[in-house]
Every structure is written in C-alpha cells, then in structure tokens.
DNA sequence: TTTAACCGCGTATACGTAAT
DNA sequence: ATTACGTATACGCGGTTAAA
C-alpha cells in the first residue's frame, strides 16, 4: 500500500475549489448575528477537530442572506477554519436539513468537482498529518495563527487511482467502526453503572429487602474545608505528603483517585502552613469556581493536604463505606446547592445537610464493589478506546507515507 | 497584524464570626 | 483580646474571537 504509484499534486492542480466567505460591505454585524434566524451562520465552535458541532448554532436573517453573495455551503463540502483555529475540518452531510448554511470570514470551503477523487477520501486526507504538518507550516501571526487561500491551494495531496482510494476507505471505516463502537460502549457503560445505583436505591420504594434509609451527609462523613495557600512559603515539588490544588484534579491520571499533584509538602511543613492532614480514602471535591459547578469529585490515594478551595469528606468507618459514598457524591449535582452570586461556591453547611439514601454497611459494601467494578471496566474501555485512536492514526498515516 | 473584549476556569485574600 | 476558621468576592490567567 505504501508504495508510491501516485503522485503528489496541489489542490488547484487537482481542480479542488476554495472559496473564501463573503468579506463584503453586508457581512453581518455582531448584532445581526442571532439566536434564531433562516440561514445558519457558522462560527469556529462548529468546527471542531473531530467534525461539526452543532449544539451552539447562530443564524442571519432571510434578508441578510439575500444580500451575502460568496459562502454558501453545499452538501458534501467540506469546511476548513483558517483564522484562531486553524486547520479544523468538517464534512458537511445535510442531515439536518437547514435551509441555508454559510461560513463566517475564518473559514473557507473546499468544494470537490473533480471525479477522479471520492470527497470522503478526500476528507481523510486532508485530516491526516501528512496534510496537518503542511497546514502548520504555512500557518503564520503571532498573536493569532491564521491561513490564507493562496497558501491552501499549494496544499500537495497524495491521491492514487480511484480503486486505491476505496481501499483505504473500506480499511479506515473499518477503524472508524472500531472507535465509534467503543465510544458508544463507554456512553453505556455509563448510563448502565447510573441506572444500577438508581435502581437500587428505589428498591425499598417496593418493599424490596434492601431498606435504604435517608440520612443526611454530616451524619455519615466530616465534612471539612482545606489549608489556605501560603502565598510566601516554598512548596515542594518531590516531597512526602501531597497539597492538592482544584486544578489537580484535571491531570491525566487523576480521574477517580488523586496520584499526581504539582505540589508537595514534608511533614515540617504541614506545621509551618498549619495544614490539616486529611486521611487516604477521603473524598475532595472543588468548593469555589466555575468548576464547583463541574460535579468532578476525587479520592485521595493518600494522606494528604488540600487547598482551601477545595471540600473534603471522610467518611465514618461504622457508618459508611468511603467507596459508597464517593459513587453517592457522584451523582450528586451540586450545581444545585451552589450560591447564585458572581462566582460559585459550595457552602459547607449546605454540603453537610444534603441527604442522601444509605442501606446497611454490608450492603454498602456489595453496592461499593459492584459500581468499582463497573468504574474499571469503564477505566479500562476508555484506554483501548485511546488505543484505537492511535492505531487509526498510525494505519492512516502509514498510508501517505 | 495588533489590540481589545470576552469567556471559562481557577486562585488569592479581605473580612466577619467562632474558638480559645 | 487575639487567633483560627469559613465564607464571600475580587482578581488572574490563558485561550479564543471580534474589532481596529
């Protein structure tokens, strides 16, 4: 497959046609850009690395897009941003039926006419590196990247026969089954783990044998709020007891239990910051900042201390199970409870008062190991799923070698 | 190309209140 | 009276988009 029986030739060459957006006098204002509207009006959010987004969509008005001459997109075309995030592409299929699509001044269509290339081999082509690296190439501005259209039609594509181009296609959709199979094996996991514990804890409804009973958090776990920052004082970076920030919680790695952290204390210095020790197994959760808002939730692996930013719950041994509780915090929503001022915030006391539905330990237990279960599987899936991705790559990137 | 505005996310700190 | 603690809020930062 790898050897070079095409050649390469650029985007003009191959009469592939790029048209820029309508830059005119009538290009929208900010205020003719709308909620609602006849013609959609593509911003960058729509055009994500993996293909359109529809989920934020604006719109002009009929008038308006009377009046825009050039950048109308058709189906089968696909749309490349070129100015703030530069290389995006989406292949347009009309499935959802808008009655007019246009792209904004940072993007561009390429339009395929020429019959000796499939659009979709196209597509792949265009989002494998071998395109990707001539995109960074060209791109230029410090302070925004941007590509101009005599830049892209000097893109050189590697495009052998037709019958070369539906080999690689039925190779690449099989990868690309692969990926969309686990993807979705992972939304269900999910939503399979969520409905378990919900159909658990609605047993006793039915006067099933396991009774939960509703208590309120600050009667199963402390509640406690961690150790200001030291603005003056050296933290370590390599020392024995970990200090965990929020923005811990986003290292890779760190999804349910807390391994890494960018800071660190020894023992001296808990004293020095007068830092509270919270036991392995407590759980953390952001307290205040939009990513109180996020519902992330975290256990720690080890003894630890936190910032003041950030909740802690430890759970009481006789009465709950700390894997119990951290699947319960789970599906708490706190967005719920969180104060509606110019900045979120958990409140401890209402965090203490939440009630939640708890059986007897033992059965806390099965529960706990039954969810685990599932958060392994699921931890587990994700990582093949990763795994396909890169060998999608690899096997495309092989390719045009 | 530069500058400004904005947004999402996270951090630092002022200040009232409870504890000692 | 003084310190420790918890809450409320002002601010910082990096990235993206819009305007100049």
Redesign the pocket.
């Known amino acids: 497959m790898t050897n070079q029986t095409y050649s390469l030739k650029s985007l003009s060459d191959l009469d592939i046609k790029i048209i820029d957006g309508d830059r005119g006098a009538e290009y929208p204002?900010?205020?003719e850009?709308l909620k609602n509207g006849y013609c959609v009006f593509l911003?960058?959010?729509n055009i994500s690395s993996e293909g359109f987004v529809f989920s934020d969509i604006?719109f002009i008005t009929f008038e308006k897009h009377t009046k825009l001459l050039k950048g109308i997109v058709k189906n089968n075309d696909i749309v490349l941003?070129t100015?703030?995030?530069v290389g995006n592409l989406a292949l347009f299929v009309d499935k959802l039926s808008y009655d007019a699509v246009r792209i904004?001044?940072?993007m561009v269509i390429i339009r395929n006419e020429n019959p000796n290339i499939i659009t979709d081999f196209l597509y792949k082509v265009l989002n494998s590196d071998f395109v990707k690296n001539q995109i960074k190439k060209i791109s230029?501005?410090?302070?925004?990247?941007?590509i101009t259209v005599k830049d892209i039609k000097n893109i050189m594509l590697p495009i052998p026969t037709l019958d070369k181009q539906k080999e690689f296609l039925e190779l690449i959709y099989l990868w690309d089954n692969a990926v969309n199979q686990y993807k979705k094996l992972i939304e269900y996991l999910n939503k399979y783990k969520r409905m378990t514990l919900q159909h658990l804890t609605e047993s006793n409804v039915d006067n099933n044998k396991i009774i939960f009973k509703q208590k309120l958090l600050e009667e199963v776990c402390i509640v406690?709020?961690g150790?200001?920052?030291?603005?003056n004082f050296k933290y370590k970076v390599k020392a024995e007891i970990p200090f965990i920030?929020?923005?811990?919680?986003?290292i890779p790695g760190n999804e349910k239990y807390i391994i890494k952290t960018k800071l660190s204390l020894n023992r001296k210095d808990i004293k020095k910051i007068?830092g509270?020790l919270f036991y392995k197994n407590s759980i953390i959760l952001?307290?205040?900042?939009?990513?109180?808002?996020?519902n992330?939730r975290g256990i720690l692996s080890r003894e630890s201390v936190i910032?003041?930013?950030?909740?802690c719950l430890t759970a009481n041994e006789k009465e709950c199970n700390s894997e119990y509780l951290y699947q319960i915090l789970l599906t708490l929503d706190l967005s719920k409870i969180s104060?509606e001022?110019?900045?979120?915030?958990i409140?401890?006391?209402?965090l203490s008062n939440i009630r939640i539905f708890i059986p007897e330990l033992d059965v806390q237990n099965k529960i706990a190991n039954i969810l685990k279960k599932y958060d392994e599987l699921i931890e587990n899936k994700i990582k093949i799923y990763k795994l396909l991705i890169k060998q999608r790559l690899l096997i495309s990137n092989k390719f045009f070698l």
Do not use: C, H, M
């Open positions: 204002k900010s205020n850009i911003n960058a959010k604006k941003t100015r703030g995030t904004n001044s940072s230029y501005g410090s302070a925004q990247n941007q406690n709020i150790t200001k920052f030291e603005g920030k929020i923005n811990d919680l986003n007068n509270k952001p307290k205040v900042g939009a990513s109180a808002l996020l992330k910032d003041n930013n950030l909740l104060q001022s110019a900045i979120p915030l409140n401890k006391r209402e």
